[in-house]
């Protein structure tokens, strides 16, 4: 079985007033030709960098589509009829590419068919260029497509064109193309625990990070960040600094799950860094202050949380989500920072809606880390 995670929980999608979610399930609710899209709020990244889903009601007309877009990519057309994306239609198996008309492309789908799209990250095809792969039930269909990655990334998208039409989201994981997948079964892999990312290379233990931006200026930052939040039970992390590279411009910190992907730990709202090359403290601002020792190659940076009741042990993981996040944010809680096991020093941070979400990032060529999720310091 392949592992996979599923994205969309609550607050992780957006829909077109023709579409609407029921826990996995996206269905259509528009009246005649309208279109309703349902957009993943997570683009895809290389390691969560495909997605599935099974038709379970073809409606009236099967028509109905996968594909990737454009962040702002409109939620009242289907995959690949605008510029900034595409996208395989089960109706009549074309391939739509920044227009309404399509070209021949693969066979036809319907009821208990599995439709998936995927963006290769690892085959290079230029900066700026990703390749963009489809399957049916598990098998690829035709070959990649070459197009731009828009600057915010590609974001799953879902189309669905007349009533009754229903498919169920199965979820992300890791494939490259010409591979073939049977069902996916879900999983919390080392592949599988990476949300969201930007300019990094992951190697194959899925925790070692390279960067692989520009490194010319301030948006080239490669960043990456975990699909979990901290909560009492998994309150603190780590990363080792292996390679400083040119400028040693790495940072560990802490950020809201749709926090930019061009920009350090710290520098924008509901955010707060340690930076390794100069030592200090970022938070909600690209200012920074004085806070702690620089760190380079071989040194760990760690990062976590103090919660009001972190000595309450008697909850579960539902409950103290509930502790931290009551309102799904407005609270505060503590943010502290390590360096090789030893606190640094904390700050006090208001916790954005839906909770604070692991970050780390690079910005020059070289520089290599490894993150862990379960460190026993901390």
């Not at 599935?52 to 009601?57: F, H, V």
């Not at 036809?108 to 390749?131: H, L």
């Not at 780590?238 to 350090?264: D, F, N, Q, V, W």
């Amino acid at each position: 079985m392949d592992v996979a995670v599923k994205l969309h929980t609550k607050q992780r999608y957006c829909t077109g007033r023709n579409s609407e979610v029921d826990g996995d399930i996206f269905k259509f609710k528009g009246e005649g030709d309208a279109v309703g899209v349902v957009k993943i709020l997570e683009p895809t990244s290389p390691m969560l960098n495909y997605y599935e889903y099974e038709i379970i009601d073809r409606g009236e007309k099967c028509a109905i589509g996968i594909g990737v877009g454009e962040k702002g990519y409109p939620l009242d057309r289907m995959p690949g009829w605008n510029a900034h994306g595409i996208g395989y239609h089960a109706d009549d198996g074309r391939l739509f590419h920044h227009d309404g008309f399509g070209k021949p492309f693969g066979s036809t789908s319907t009821v208990g068919d599995r439709m998936g799209c995927g963006v290769d990250f690892d085959t290079d095809e230029g900066y700026g260029y990703v390749n963009v792969f489809f399957t049916r039930n598990g098998e690829q269909v035709g070959e990649p497509i070459k197009m731009k990655r828009p600057l915010h990334g590609l974001y799953p998208i879902v189309g669905l064109h007349s009533a009754g039409e229903k498919v169920l989201y199965l979820g992300h994981s890791r494939r490259l193309p010409y591979t073939v997948m049977q069902p996916m079964d879900l999983d919390t892999s080392p592949w599988s625990v990476w949300l969201r990312s930007n300019g990094v290379k992951f190697l194959e233990d899925g925790l070692t990070l390279e960067y692989c931006g520009e490194g010319l200026e301030a948006k080239d930052v490669g960043i990456a960040q975990a699909n979990f939040r901290l909560d009492c039970l998994n309150h603190y992390f780590e990363m080792e600094i292996l390679s400083a590279g040119k400028e040693g411009c790495m940072a560990i910190g802490l950020a809201k799950s749709t926090y930019p992907l061009h920009r350090h730990p710290g520098w924008d709202e509901g955010s707060a860094g340690y930076h390794a090359d100069n030592g200090q403290l970022y938070k909600e601002v690209g200012e920074g202050k004085p806070f702690g020792p620089t760190c380079t190659e071989g040194d760990r940076m760690g990062c976590g949380i103090l919660f009001p009741d972190t000595d309450n042990t008697d909850l579960d993981v539902e409950q103290t989500a509930e502790l931290e996040y009551e309102g799904d944010g407005g609270g505060v809680c503590t943010v502290y920072f390590t360096k090789n096991g030893e606190r640094v020093g904390s700050v006090e941070c208001s916790v954005p809606r839906g909770g604070f979400y692991p970050v780390v990032a690079m910005l020059s060529g070289g520089e290599k880390i490894r993150v862990n999720f379960e460190p026993l310091t901390g």
